[in-house]
């Protein structure tokens, strides 16, 4: 009986809505490519959570392709984990199905990814933290060309079905998606729980023992993220590279020694340490201290190294990009084993549920 994998299964996927930055590489995809050797691998494209916001059909199927050409082109091999896109696994969605008749709507409604996704879509201000009985109010009031659609509200249960569907264990993703995971792990107690049985694993968050990573923007607060505008991506080129870093905001510079840091600058800080040597960073470090920093030096170093990370897989982005054969292979091969094992799960949970054959 047991030929089975026993080493952990580690799950994860980043939502086809662009290309890849140095959020995404840094929150999830370089932890994608240190796991595959040494875990029981599935990465996927998570193209029916971009339709939560982004649904326009051609944007979506080229993202699809994109997304899959820069995980390869990252490292990530087809022949270590198995790689596919989530709407080729149909059992996701019927499962998304039974399991949403767990969860309940305001545990949806306060989870601070669809307050913020919400909060856009109505082109509202204020942050999550506001009054929640008033922004509730607006969601229900608004008019329909301005709407908050319910699949953004079930986000959560569709990536719990991702990953319990899997029975993951473990799941890489950066510092935003913690709750998320929270909320899967909760909805996996209460399917156990209600239904007297051990059929789903609590999945944790993975990062190497380090923290939750959460890459900032360069343009002076908060992550760096597609919405934001104010990405470094994987493809952008050297001049374009450059260009970006070296606009980043930053601030007056430091008139008395050891002057405290501020977040613009605190920010090109947290990226030198994500792409740079821990020397290099304590250069820059010690040149703040004693006030004689040029930022201009500081962004010049940084985009080096950022450069260091990027060249290698832009260059392989095209050649990948071109060889439509080799990505139909890839998929279809990743559908095949992602399917067996999400089947194997929806036959589970249907039995269990009471969907049962007469
Ligand atoms: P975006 O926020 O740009 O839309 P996604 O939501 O598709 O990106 O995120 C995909 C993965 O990348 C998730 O694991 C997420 O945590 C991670 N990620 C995105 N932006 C960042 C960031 N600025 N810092 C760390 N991780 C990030
Ligand atoms: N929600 C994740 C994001 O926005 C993407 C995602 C969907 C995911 N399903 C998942 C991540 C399952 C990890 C596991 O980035």
Same mark, same amino acid.
């Given at each position: 009986?047991?030929?089975?994998?026993?080493?952990?299964?580690?799950?994860?996927?980043?939502?086809?809505?662009?290309?890849?930055?140095?959020?995404?590489?840094?929150?999830?995809?370089?932890?994608?490519?240190?796991?595959?050797?040494?875990?029981?691998?599935?990465?996927?494209?998570?193209?029916?959570?971009?339709?939560?916001?982004?649904?326009?059909?051609?944007?979506?199927?080229?993202?699809? *392709?994109?997304?899959?050409?820069?995980?390869?082109?990252?490292?990530?091999?087809?022949?270590?984990?198995?790689?596919?896109?989530?709407?080729?696994?149909?059992?996701?969605?019927?499962?998304?199905?039974?399991?949403?008749?767990?969860?309940?709507?305001?545990?949806?409604?306060?989870?601070?990814?669809?307050?913020?996704?919400?909060?856009?879509?109505?082109?509202?201000?204020?942050?999550?933290?506001?009054?929640?009985?008033?922004?509730?109010?607006?969601?229900?009031?608004?008019?329909?060309?301005?709407?908050?659609?319910?699949?953004?509200?079930?986000?959560?249960?569709?990536?719990?079905?991702?990953?319990?569907?899997?029975?993951?264990?473990?799941?890489?993703?950066?510092?935003?998606?913690?709750?998320?995971?929270?909320?899967?792990?909760?909805?996996?107690?209460?399917?156990?729980?209600?239904?007297?049985?051990?059929?789903?694993?609590?999945?944790?968050?993975?990062?190497?023992?380090?923290?939750?990573?959460?890459?900032?923007?360069?343009?002076?607060?908060?992550?760096?993220?597609?919405?934001?505008?104010?990405?470094?991506?994987?493809?952008?080129?050297?001049?374009?590279?450059?260009?970006?870093?070296?606009?980043?905001?930053?601030?007056?510079?430091?008139?008395?020694?050891?002057?405290?840091?501020?977040?613009?600058?605190?920010?090109?800080?947290?990226?030198?340490?994500?792409?740079?040597?821990?020397?290099?960073?304590?250069?820059?470090?010690?040149?703040?201290?004693?006030?004689?920093?040029?930022?201009?030096?500081?962004?010049?170093?940084?985009?080096?190294?950022?450069? *260091?990370?990027?060249?290698?897989?832009?260059?392989?982005?095209?050649?990948?990009?071109?060889?439509?054969?080799?990505?139909?292979?890839?998929?279809?091969?990743?559908?095949?084993?992602?399917?067996?094992?999400?089947?194997?799960?929806?036959?589970?949970?249907?039995?269990?549920?009471?969907?049962?054959?007469?």
């Amino acid at each position: 009986m047991s030929t089975e994998n026993k080493k952990e299964i580690v799950l994860s996927g980043i939502r086809s809505t662009g290309n890849l930055h140095l959020g995404n590489y840094y929150g999830a995809l370089s932890k994608f490519v240190k796991m595959q050797d040494d875990y029981d691998c599935l990465f996927f494209i998570a193209d029916l959570h971009a339709l939560t916001t982004n649904p326009d059909p051609e944007a979506l199927h080229a993202n699809v *392709k994109s997304i899959l050409a820069e995980y390869l082109a990252a490292g990530l091999d087809p022949d270590k984990a198995t790689i596919f896109v989530q709407s080729d696994i149909p059992e996701i969605s019927e499962m998304y199905l039974l399991l949403n008749m767990h969860v309940g709507i305001g545990e949806l409604m306060r989870t601070a990814s669809f307050k913020d996704k919400a909060r856009k879509a109505l082109g509202l201000s204020g942050s999550t933290d506001d009054n929640d009985a008033a922004f509730e109010h607006q969601i229900i009031g608004a008019e329909t060309n301005k709407r908050v659609n319910a699949g953004l509200l079930t986000y959560p249960t569709l990536m719990a079905v991702d990953i319990l569907i899997q029975k993951a264990n473990k799941v890489p993703v950066g510092k935003d998606q913690l709750q998320h995971l929270e909320l899967t792990r909760r909805f996996a107690r209460r399917f156990n729980s209600f239904y007297g049985v051990d059929l789903f694993p609590e999945p944790e968050s993975f990062d190497f023992g380090g923290k939750p990573v959460k890459v900032p923007g360069l343009d002076g607060s908060g992550k760096m993220g597609k919405s934001e505008g104010n990405c470094i991506y994987l493809i952008d080129d050297e001049k374009v590279l450059r260009k970006k870093v070296m606009r980043a905001v930053t601030d007056q510079g430091p008139t008395e020694p050891n002057s405290p840091v501020s977040e613009p600058i605190a920010n090109l800080f947290a990226l030198l340490e994500l792409t740079s040597t821990p020397e290099v960073v304590q250069q820059f470090r010690d040149a703040y201290a004693d006030c004689s920093i040029r930022y201009g030096d500081l962004k010049k170093q940084l985009a080096e190294d950022i450069l *260091k990370v990027t060249t290698p897989i832009r260059e392989r982005v095209n050649d990948i990009l071109a060889d439509d054969e080799y990505l139909r292979k890839v998929l279809a091969s990743g559908a095949e084993k992602a399917r067996e094992r999400a089947a194997k799960t929806l036959a589970e949970v249907r039995q269990i549920m009471g969907i049962r054959k007469f």
